[in-house]
């Protein structure tokens, strides 16, 4: 018998915030149920409510008839639930086999029977397709593996209702294609799959019907996938049509704004040399693990080059690091903004001004606080930044919510290059028009821009020209008449033979 999960008219309240008001729908077993909607639509905060992390304000679920609110996640995971976040909660002190029976470690009298264990562990192991050592410290893993980990974790607790958050923003299409072959095996058991994501192409690969929220409240429930378009999805999800997303429009371009030349330096296989012109906006496409952050940090300064030079409009950049950067007028919105951006503790409004505020100050200026008002809301408006207000602390924003506000902070520096990584990633559709919009501003004031992406449409669709890496080298530049999606693929994709 399939497992049946239902919310029945979920209520969270935040002080300020209702950020589910009445969610009621049903998911069923043997399905993989997609959970989308904008940044702050309360996604994450159901999974919590699921998970036993947040207790309701009101409303309650039900597991194959019967009735929960979860205490704890003690009694969440005795119910046979578990959520993979998409920040684990494994110990990284612990090794693997441990982490996956926590809580219920097979003992007799108190004793842990480690032979026991690591076998139980590698037979769990074995049905993710892992071949992991058992006695591994799971803090030499990477990403991927922990998260299948995680995945292994649940089965040993004997999870029927397993949900996922954003489980693929970190990893690779290979790693993509072995979390989506578990899931189908875990559908395939007749568990209830919850999964949540921005990008529809995993939708519609993956998942069998869809659930749409938007400010906490169930728009709709799509039962099946037969017939939906992506635009049907987007169109309950803000409530209007949207089209043109890019909404491109060719501009002049002037000078080099920024020349990299013979640049070299760890995860580069090959010396690095281009050109970005004052108001282009080059894209710069590959596959994951093909160096374009590492490129991006070399120019920046994060990372030490070992030979080569960058010029921002024809002047040498000093080689002292990101602080002779941003004085030159480089910039680099980093793509991990959550662990190299946020000032947790700090509001929405001083994490928007912060290096505008630096700016200022080793210019001379006295802090104006009007301006930083005008300037945080500004930003709040036209990325439209969900928050109570400037003064929230940005950690209780939601994540895309929280990604935002990291862009914002880069887009009020006076900058001259702009090097931007991933600047889309976990931001939902509505808000990705407004970016683009906001780059091809940037680029109509002569800023010089270069972004990465894994998103093939998004470069095809906002560059004037697009770059392309594979294997740690340039292997590609076309113009924008020209690129067509197999021909940047064709430069990005492994060479065989
Ligand atoms: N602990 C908290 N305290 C206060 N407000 C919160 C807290 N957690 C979430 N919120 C608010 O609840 C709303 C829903 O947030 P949630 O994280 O569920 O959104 P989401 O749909 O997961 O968005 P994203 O796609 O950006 O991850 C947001 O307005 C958020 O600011
Ligand atoms: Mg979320």
Redesign the pocket.
Known sequence: MPTRLAFDSVVKE??G?R?LDGVSFTAEGGQVHALM??????????LKILSGAYSPTAGSLEIDGQRHVFPSTAAAIAAGVAVIYQELFLVPEMTVAENLYLGHLPARGGVIKGRQLREDARRQLAWIGEDIDPDTKVSYLPIAQRQLIEIAKALTRGARVIAFD?PTSSLSSREVDRLFTIIRDLRARGHVILY?T?RMDEVFALCDAVTV?RD?RHIKTFDGMAGLTVDDVIRSMVGRDLKNVFNYTPRPHGGPALEVEAVTGPGLTAPASFSVAKGEIVGMFGLVGAGRSELLRLIYGAERRTGGQVRIEGRPLPAAGPRGSIEAGLVLCPEDRKRDGIVPVRSVAENINISARRHHATAGFVLDRGWERANAASHIASLSI??PSAATQIV??????QQKVILARWLSENVKVILLDEPTR?I?VGAKSEIYAIIQQLAARGVGVLFVSSELPEVLGLADRILVMRGGALSGALARGEAGESAVLKCALPVSG
Do not use: I, M, Q
């Not at 909607?37 to 159901?46: D, H, I, P, Q, R």
């Not at 209780?396 to 919510?401: D, E, K, M, Q, T």
């Open positions: 935040f002080p915030v950020a909607g904008e940044n702050g639509a309360g996604k994450s905060t159901l954003e949540v921005h929220l906490g969900k928050t209780y924003l939601s994540g895309g919510n976990g939902d």
